[in-house]
């Protein structure tokens, strides 16, 4: 017969100051390797979700990202009717030409950071259809205004609505907020392209274009048709795929994570083991008594297995709970995390627990709490009732 | 060398309120080996650690080889022990780690010996025991007799005065029994010592030389015991 | 001292309680330390470049806004100036797929030496980067982490400019942690000019001033010479620079500092429980210890001691396994420039003292009550309970 699990928990409750420790142990662990599970993914979130699946992200051929690419009005001209770019209700083609510069900008607290400013025509914002003006409107042309996106808002000086930004050669009057559902367009700011052509003094008015693919359009020959134009040295890349790899500089750091999501979890492991085995030795009589009782081997193995499992388990609920409230609190307290990608731009990543960031915590949670207690389990469960009620 | 006069000692024991001693008063001389008998709950264990600088009573004075006990601090009161007194117990005597003439050494480490001294003191109180062959083994590779010779050794070591034991043979069989009471009639026909143990063990009567019953906290009566009469009788 | 195997003979008491407790706490100091090197990492780059005499001058708009040429002549022309060069971001990558690995630039090669004096860069090195149109110095990180020695050709795809340059690497910059590659601004501009289109702008200027009390106003006056022209600039110390540079981080350094925090306190938690598990088991051993006269002093820190010991015995294990893992960590990874000296993973005497303190302080606050509990129970007490 089985032991009823009530068995495992009231036991836990009874030992009260151990289970505590335990719990403490691994919802620690839980809370750590989350945290740092969570940086990386929400860097990664912010740079992958980036990007339309039906854009193409149009740059000189060898750049690898927009910033370091120039392009000129004649390559403009020369693609925008290509066969499968996307038309409006009145024909005209959904290609966006946009100048990339990162000029410095002053953060609240003193610092200085690179910024990705986009100078681009109103046609971006339905190219970029996942972005919109949340507050305020759309910048009017040649009139030295900008719209900045959320994360910029609320990091750097006089980033506010009606506020006067200062960068580059000049200062822009701040008109809207826009938002991109989190990804890294709210980590810019977006001006008029011709305006800041002529603050950066480029003799190249773009820097890449965007390009909407028509509905049912072949992406790929598209993108094939303009690398291959051999006036220009172009090449055309699927927009989700452009921000995944300038997403790979986290790649690193997840390494990292992982490793040290081992490591913590080992240590967890040996903690949680340790005590079980105490809580083994403790119980000893209480395990002869059931012996004698008639309860099998496999019935009290089972019986401790599940204890360090449901401790486990709670601890997890613990700890995501506190990584969760944790991370929003030192988010809100650094004025959200700053990543110099690959673009030597500036990302401003709200660090965040999502619900998938979850698993891996979890899992290690489950393999804290079953290879904790395992051995000490078997040792219970291997005891002789007669020895046990002796040592008693 | 024991004075011991109207001690009463009550202590809390969960919700409850033990009375274990009240108004007790006892002498004992020195070089005499006393038995502390009675039922359980008679107060004797307690008695046992006041007389040995282990627990305060209430009420009443304490004094011990001219010391009052009642004037130490705790830290005086561990010296006065380490000095004074040697401890057998029932069980726990020995640490499991320790080899058992480490165990014997175990109190003179509170001395300021060196180390070839403290090593020599102990061989010869193994000796005495009788157990100088098994200096080097360790606890659970003696038997439960071995073990409260090794205990009796450590007691003597720095040649205190006086001896208490807590039931020495309560866990032993009656040949192993006799062996142990035996010693300790030895320690004080051949070396002076003091010696009260508590015990409910019968048999212990013949070996000491006073026999004190207690009852619920109080002294009841005291008489002679068959170590006396075997000193009159030879 | 005297109790000294006394307290050893206690740890061995329960050898696989001991065991398991010293493996988490070593896991634990070791994680410590590799996070540790994160931050110190880039603590050490900035020191190293606190005190010196040198002077960055770029666009004031930002980085990657150019500025003229011919703005170094001006520079050079100040009194106060003893050499400057200009740096121009080459964005070259080995790999393309991979991406940009390390800073190259293209500089002037006569002053470079003088400018970094204190980089110690053989002379032969520098005279042949002086000699050779497409010489390269390297910076000993990068060399290691490639496989490159001096005398090889490397060549490198620039990500800015349409172009690929092969280059001969003559000499190193000896730091272990310099990552950096140069190499001469006239081959870049050959190459330009070969396709068509010359460059006469440049993205920086480093100077080196003569003397420190000097360095402030030599800035104002390089800013102020540039002011109205065509392009501003914006003057700072090297170790502003850098400072701002990597400030960005301070965000990702502040959760890693957390993360080993909340790591340690796991430490504390997991060492506690043993040690109050292991006085709680000899409570009547402890009890007979003060019975035959041992003061609560000696108790209390023989318990401490216990703790302690297996504790710091922890900690060096822990170091030791933090310098095996740090050195795959250096072999398996690549560090883009801008997260640089955060991936250097070196873990350095200050840390390793650090955590071998650590542990130390570990095991005394784990310790600490348990022992003092015992210490203080009422022996009387404890003895009519245990038996």
């Given amino acids: 017969m089985a032991l009823p699990l009530s068995y495992g928990w009231r036991s836990l409750l009874a030992r009260g100051m151990r289970t505590v420790f335990t719990v403490a142990v691994i919802a620690l662990v839980v809370i750590a390797t989350t945290l740092f599970w969570s940086l990386i993914a929400s860097l990664k979130r912010t740079l992958v979700s980036s990007g339309s699946a039906e854009n193409l992200v149009v740059m000189r051929k060898g750049a690898t990202n927009d910033g370091s690419s120039q392009l000129t009005l004649e390559s403009l001209q020369a693609i925008r009717f290509f066969e499968g770019i996307a038309r409006d209700s009145e024909g005209n083609p959904l290609i966006s030409p946009e100048l990339v510069v990162q000029p410095f900008f002053a953060t609240a607290d003193g610092g200085r950071e690179n910024v990705l400013v986009r100078g681009v025509e109103p046609v971006a914002l339905l190219v970029h259809d996942e972005v919109s003006i949340a507050e305020g409107r759309l910048f009017n042309t040649s009139s030295g205004e900008a719209v900045v996106g959320r994360g910029v808002a609320q990091r750097y000086k006089d980033a506010s609505i009606g506020s006067e930004l200062k960068f580059g050669r000049g200062t822009w009057t701040v008109v809207g907020i826009l938002e991109s559902d989190g990804s890294s367009f709210e980590s810019e700011v977006w001006v008029d392209a011709r305006q800041l052509a002529n603050d950066a003094k480029r003799t190249l008015p773009y820097s890449g274009f965007r390009v909407r693919v028509a509905k049912g359009a072949d992406m790929d020959a598209l993108a094939r048709r303009i690398a291959d134009d051999p006036r220009f040295a172009l090449e055309a890349t699927r927009e989700i795929d452009y921000y995944e790899n300038l997403s790979s500089s986290a790649n690193t750091l997840y390494v990292i994570v992982v490793g040290l999501a081992v490591l913590a979890g080992i240590g967890a492991i040996f903690g949680a083991t340790n005590t079980m085995y105490a809580a083994v030795q403790a119980r000893t009589s209480e395990i002869g008594t059931l012996r004698a009782l008639g309860f099998s081997r496999a019935a009290i193995l089972f019986s401790f297995l599940s204890e360090s499992v449901m401790t486990a388990l709670f601890a997890f609920g613990v700890g995501a709970l506190g990584a969760w409230a944790l991370a929003i609190f030192i988010s809100w307290l650094l004025g959200g995390i700053a990543f110099g990608a690959a673009t030597f731009t500036t990302n401003v990543i709200q660090l965040r627990v999502a619900p998938v960031d979850l698993l891996m915590p979890f899992a290690l949670s489950v393999l804290i709490g079953v290879f904790g207690g395992l051995a000490p389990a078997a040792r219970a469960a291997r005891m002789r009732p007669v020895d046990a009620l002796r040592k008693a | 060398m024991i004075d011991i006069t109207n001690v009463s000692r009550v202590y809390q024991r969960g919700a409850d309120e033990i009375h274990a001693l009240e108004h007790v008063s006892l002498h004992v001389s020195k070089g005499r080996f006393v038995a502390l008998m009675g039922p359980s709950g008679s107060g004797k264990s307690t008695l046992l650690n006041v007389l040995a600088g282990l627990d305060r009573p209430n009420a009443g004075e304490v004094v011990v080889g001219g010391r009052r006990l009642n004037e130490l601090s705790e830290d005086q009161l561990a010296e006065f022990r380490a000095h004074t007194v040697g401890f057998v117990f029932q069980f726990f005597n020995l640490i499991p780690v320790l080899s058992a003439v480490e165990n014997v050494e175990l109190p003179l480490l509170l001395t300021k010996l060196s180390r070839a001294e403290r090593r020599q003191r102990a061989e010869t109180a193994l000796r005495i025991v009788g157990l100088a062959e098994r200096g080097d083994h360790l606890p659970r590779q003696l038997s439960g007799g071995e073990q409260q010779r090794v205990a009796i050794a450590r007691a003597i070591v720095t040649d205190a005065d006086l001896v208490v034991a807590d039931e020495p043979t309560g866990d032993l069989d009656a040949r192993n029994a006799e062996e142990i009471l035996s010693l300790l009639q030895t320690l004080k026909r051949d070396f002076g010592k003091t010696i009260v143990i508590v015990t409910h063990d019968p048999r212990a009567e013949k070996w000491v030389d006073e026999v004190i019953h207690l009852d619920k906290g109080l002294l009841l009566e005291t008489r002679p015991g068959g170590g006396l009469r075997d000193v009159a009788a030879s | ?387």
């Fill in chain 3, 1 to 387: 001292m005297k109790y000294l195997p006394f307290v050893l003979r206690n740890l061995g008491r329960n050898k696989l309680r001991s065991l398991l407790t010293a493996s988490s706490i070593a896991l634990a100091i070791a994680l410590v330390c590799i996070l540790r090197t994160m931050p110190a990492g880039l603590d050490s780059f900035l020191s190293s470049i606190a005190s010196n005499t040198r002077v960055s001058t770029h666009n004031e708009a930002g980085m990657v806004y150019a500025m003229p040429y011919a703005y170094l002549q001006k520079v050079r022309a100040i009194p106060g100036v003893v050499a400057a060069i200009s740096w121009q971001w080459f964005g070259g990558a080995v790999d393309l797929s991979k991406g940009v690995a390390f800073p190259n630039f293209a500089v002037d090669p006569e002053d470079f030496g003088r400018v970094y004096e204190d980089w110690n860069i053989a002379p032969q090195a520098l005279e042949d980067f002086r000699k050779y149109r497409d010489a390269a110095l390297v910076g000993r990180a990068t060399l290691e982490k490639n496989g490159w020695k001096v005398g090889d050709v490397v060549t490198l795809q620039s990500t800015v400019f349409p172009m690929q340059l092969s280059f001969r690497i003559v000499g190193e910059v000896p730091n272990p942690r310099a990552t950096q590659f140069y190499f001469q601004r006239e081959y870049l501009v050959q190459a330009f000019q070969a396709s068509g289109t010359p460059i006469d702008s440049t993205g920086m200027i480093w100077s080196r001033i003569d003397d420190p009390d000097r360095v402030e106003p030599i800035m104002r006056q390089i800013d102020e010479m540039f002011r109205n022209g065509e392009a501003e600039t914006a003057s700072e110390t090297e170790k502003s620079f850098f400072g701002n540079f990597f400030s960005s981080l301070k965000g990702i350094v502040a959760v890693i500092q957390i993360v080993a925090g909340i790591v340690t306190l796991c430490i504390v938690f997991i060492a506690a429980n043993t040690a109050s598990m292991s006085v709680r088991e000899r409570v009547g051993e402890i009890a007979i210890l003060r019975a035959i006269g041992f003061r609560r002093k000696i108790v209390f820190s023989t318990l401490l001691a216990e703790a302690a010991i297996l504790s710091t015995l922890a900690g060096v294990a822990g170091a030791l396994v933090s310098l095996g893992l740090t050195l795959m960590l250096r072999n398996l990874t690549s560090s883009g420039p801008q997260l640089g000296p955060l991936t250097g993973f070196i873990v350095t005497d200050t840390i390793l003292v650090q955590a071998l303190f650590l542990a130390f302080l570990i095991g005394i606050v784990s310790g600490w009550l348990p022992a003092l509990g015992a210490s203080r129970r009422s022996v009387a007490q404890t003895l009519r309970e245990v038996f």
